[in-house]
């Protein structure tokens, strides 16, 4: 004979409950401040692990390693690397040495490559959000165009561009001095001063499809009745998007700003599939220069000392850049 026990007839938890046969068994109790605080933490503690395997874990070790003269010699045991203090900190910011002057001048690299990615990728995307909010016929197939380079395989996008960009059999040099006749002759833009601009098309077209695809989710919280009554005002397009527009999306171009410097300053993947391992001196990043000091001259301590270097930068700029904009945010709120 089966016996069904609705909710309201069931026992409460943490009695016991008589079975067949007289056995005897307690209905588990989930302890009450379980189940109004810490679930949810419960529920992240498997992510919260991973962090910590993942980023933490390999961060704390990398600190480590920039107080060791650590080189190939010890790669097999790092541990009984001698111990350097500060030596290999006092090395890569010495300007005045190669190694120094090096690191210095591909952290000024680095911070104009930022500047004119970061600005033409906001740039971009803005101007085509704003324009993907007009009815025309196939916008949503330009929508989707749009958003190809940012659903793409990094790696196949950059691939392609690195074929694109060859001198003799590229599409570049086929279209600029083959078809227009800008050039007298075919470039190389893969080496020399060119691969600055190199990288920074491929960076600007792999980057702005995310700030367009923010900048267009951020344009749908904005009433169509403030343009409309403005238009009826006698505002014209400029004046709305300067007006309407722009202050509207400030609170999502702060975080979108903040996510793309660095995206962008920490770049690794686009220099080292586009030149290779090493990359020329107009387009040395901080990130492959860093792979190139670890890895080429296999001094892992002063490597990992530019790396916690590089982290303390990133850290520094984001600190200052979130204690002016919260405090831009609280003055327009007074």
Known sequence: MTVTVTPSEA??????????????????????????????????LPALVLELLIHIVPMFMGGVMSFRELTQFFIANWNEAPWAGLRNYDIVVDVNAPIGEA???????????????VGFSWLLGTAAAILMQENFRGRGI?????????????????????????????????????????????SFWLIGDNSFIALAVVA???TWPFAF???????????????????????????Q??????PSLAPIN???????????????????????????????LVSIHIYQSSFATWNFGSGAAMSVLLLLFLLLVTAVYLFFTSRGRKSADV
């Open 142 to 186: 330009l929508r989707t165009v749009f958003l190809i380079p940012y659903a793409l395989p990094a790696y196949a996008g950059i691939i392609t561009w690195a074929f694109m960009f060859q001198r003799d059999n590229g599409l570049i040099n086929h279209v600029i001095h083959d078809q227009l006749g800008l050039t007298d002759s075919p």
């Open 11 to 44: 026992p409460p938890a943490g009695e016991i409950l008589q079975g067949p046969g007289g056995a005897r068994r307690r209905i588990p109790r989930i302890p009450d401040r379980l189940r109004r605080g810490g679930l949810p933490y419960l529920l992240l």
């Open 103 to 117: 690191l210095l001048h591909s952290f000024w690299v680095t911070c104009l490559f930022t500047v004119i990615a």
């Open 204 to 206: 600007i077209w792999k």
């Open 254 to 284: 702060q975080v979108l700003v903040l996510v793309l410097f660095l995206w962008t300053f920490n770049d690794f993947n686009t220099p080292f599939v586009l030149f290779g391992k090493s990359a020329p001196e107009a387009a040395d």
């Open 241 to 246: 998007i300067r007006r309407i527009t722009l």
């Open 213 to 239: 695809l923010m900048i267009m989710a951020g344009l749908q919280n904005i009433p169509r009745e403030l343009y409309e009554a403005a238009s009826i005002d006698g505002a014209g397009i400029w004046q």
